[in-house]
């Protein structure tokens, strides 16, 4: 299987952008000489633009008004085919219990007859997760999904909710929020809202809600005057500062730390001097407990060296685990 296809070459794109510009205005030989240059190599300009001009690559028409610019000669809009490694992967995320929750069935029909003829690029059996716990969500069951489906339609319309919820010592409640963001944690395999709850007249109190403690929610007919848009980049959870580390290399350590972390925000610098790799971690403080622990994980190889708050959470489940072994070999 090819990783790379033809339909994304330089040329391919060059030309594909011509077109898209030359559908908001047509465009003088003069245009799309320099988009050439801008898109592509300088020597670019003598292969793509006389087989245009020619009528060799049958995608432009000559306005008859002026007789000096071109529109295009296709309708409708373009879009590259999906490569062979594409549907691959799409296969692969078909495949996935997840997939569910974000298509309906007449979606995911759609979707299987389209790939029948197609191998996935991987299996769910290739992946073997140790250090994920064992009790995430219950993807399969109707009333997970229908909530998850109602959250999303909020999300995208920008809608109240209200929500009854299973706390942890099994009470239940009911709040009236805001969603702005969805989560999804590996280690837990758990989705999480992100909203604001509805008190003192606004939407103004930050909570986050666990997925699978959702019961039933449905749509609010409050009128939502806040901005959604700016509650997800407000970044309100986010830690005031990052956590500091430092990568040895030994083990192969810098390679997996930036697997395992790939998917927090973060800054990395090399040390010359120690031959060592500096880290800065920026994370939403609902993951605090959950980047401890994948820090821990890797041993002496990573050591933390800021800020004094996490330092201190390092100290005491280090302390913690110590006690517990000379407890048992007692």
């Known amino acids: 299987m090819e990783l790379f296809d033809k339909v994304y070459s330089c040329y391919y794109q060059v030309v594909r952008q011509i077109l898209t510009e030359a559908k908001k205005q047509p465009l003088t030989e003069k245009q799309m000489e320099t988009l050439i240059r801008k898109y592509g190599f300088q020597e670019s300009v003598f292969v793509i633009l006389p087989k245009l001009l020619d009528g060799e690559w049958a995608l432009l028409k000559k306005e008859k008004e002026d007789g000096r610019t071109y529109s295009p000669a296709v309708e409708g809009e373009l879009r590259p085919p999906l490569t062979l490694l594409q549907k691959s992967w799409l296969k692969s995320l078909l495949a996935d219990r997840r997939i569910s929750l974000f298509l309906d069935e007449k979606e995911r029909g759609w979707a299987d007859e389209a790939l029948k003829e197609v191998m996935p690029l991987y299996n769910e059996a290739d992946f073997y997760y140790y250090d994920r716990y064992s009790d995430g969500d219950d993807y399969e069951s109707e009333p997970y999904r229908e909530n998850f489906r109602t959250v999303l339609s909020a999300l995208k319309q920008g809608q109240a909710l209200f929500i009854t919820y299973e706390g942890k010592q099994k009470d239940t409640f009911t709040y009236e929020v805001l969603p702005y963001q969805l989560q999804y944690s590996s280690k837990d395999d ?73 998917s927090y925000e973060k800054h990395t610098e090399f040390d010359g001097e120690k031959n060592t790799c500096r880290c800065s971690i920026y994370y939403d403080r609902a993951d605090e407990t959950e980047l401890l622990i994948d820090i821990l994980s890797f041993g002496p190889v990573v050591r933390v060296l800021g800020p004094e708050t996490f330092l201190n959470l390092v100290r005491a489940r280090v302390g913690r685990q110590h006690r517990m072994m000379a407890e048992e070999e007692r």
Do not use: D, W
């Open 190 to 262: 758990k989705f999480r809202l992100c909203c604001r709850q509805y008190t003192h007249r606004s939407f103004c109190r930050e909570i986050l809600l666990n997925m699978g403690r959702i019961k039933t929610c449905h749509p609010s007919n409050r009128e939502v005057s806040e901005n959604v848009e700016s509650f997800r980049f407000r970044n309100g959870r986010k830690s005031k500062e990052p956590v500091v580390i430092e990568i040895s290399g030994e083990r192969n350590s810098l390679e997996r730390c930036m697997l395992h972390f790939a």
